[in-house]
Every structure is written in structure tokens, then in C-alpha cells.
């Protein structure tokens, strides 16, 4: 596998998608791009504005046009949000991507995002059953960030891209 392929990290709210996309592109030496920034440059708000401003359904249509704009360019890692593997057509895209879902017990992610007021509401077990098959439908390796560090994450990535560096510390 190479480093020109782009990486692409998924999972529910409080899974890290964030730091380990960032730990992730700076090993590969990719640029990063993550939903919660796009949707605030492209639509003028958090996601909980958007969704309460436009609604679900459209917040979900901003959140996949990000992924799909990011994949249609030069590799780059990708922190997607969760609502985008329900889309087939980000779902079809990621076949071409490196996807690697990060995941913990409910218990923690709603724990981690308690002081979370930038997405809406948020309840672990709603979303795992909407998009848990998903997740397993897209993902090439799948972290427990509940036991694993973000770092440790990373390495494990570059491990199974089979890239140098999957040996950090």
C-alpha cells in the first residue's frame, strides 16, 4: 500500500478522529482536513448550528460533500464524520481510500463527549445502530481507542499500510 492513497477516519462522535488524523498525516506527511472546520469555513456554523439552523438531513449532505470533495483531490487524510458512511455514494468513494474506523465502548464515548457543545445531540447507542454496519462494510482496520493511545493508533495504520514508521514510539 502507499502513502498516495488517502486515508480516510471514521467513527462516532468522541472516537478521536481528530487527533489520530493528525498524528496519521503528519507521519505520512499528508495534509490534514476534518469535518467540524470545513462545515464551519463552507457553512457558517458548528454542526449543532447547521442542525438546528437546516436541519439533519442537510448538515449530513455538508458533512459528505466534504469527504467527497477531499477524496476527489490529492491523497490527504480525512476525518470524516459519522453520518457520511450512510451515504452510498461516500461509501462506493471510500473504496479507493485507506479507512480506518476508531471505536470505544459507548460508555466512554459519551463520556468524552459531554463537554462536547459543537455537535448535536449525541447518543452512542442510536448511532452505533444506524451505522455500525457501515462502519464494518467500509473500515480496512479497526482501532479500540478505549485501549489503544492515539499513537499507538497511528502506528497500527502504518503497520497495515505496510509504511515505515509503523514502529514509533
Not at 2 to 27: D, E, F, H, Q, Y
Not at 107 to 118: C, I, N, T
Not at 143 to 157: A, H, I, K, S
Amino acid at each position: 500500500m502507499s502513502k498516495n492513497k488517502p486515508v480516510v477516519v471514521i467513527g462516532l462522535m468522541g472516537s478521536g478522529k481528530t487527533t489520530a488524523g493528525r498524528l496519521i498525516a503528519a507521519a505520512l506527511g499528508l495534509p490534514f482536513t476534518d469535518s467540524d472546520p470545513f462545515l464551519e469555513k463552507e457553512h457558517g456554523g458548528t454542526a449543532a448550528q447547521i442542525a438546528g439552523r437546516e436541519g439533519a438531513d442537510a448538515l449530513h449532505r455538508y458533512e459528505a460533500e466534504h469527504v467527497l470533495a477531499a477524496l476527489a483531490g490529492e491523497p490527504k487524510v480525512i476525518a470524516a464524520a459519522a453520518s457520511t458512511v450512510e451515504d452510498p455514494r461516500v461509501r462506493a468513494a471510500l473504496r479507493e481510500a485507506f479507512v480506518l474506523w476508531v471505536d470505544a465502548d459507548d460508555a466512554l464515548l459519551a463520556e468524552r463527549m459531554e463537554s462536547g457543545a459543537h455537535r448535536p445531540e449525541f447518543h452512542p447507542a442510536e448511532m452505533r445502530a444506524r451505522r455500525e454496519r457501515y462502519f464494518r462494510q467500509v473500515a480496512d482496520l479497526t482501532c479500540d481507542v478505549g485501549v489503544q493511545t492515539p499513537e499507538e493508533v497511528r502506528d497500527e495504520v502504518l503497520r497495515k499500510m505496510s509504511l515505515p514508521g509503523g514502529d514509533q514510539g
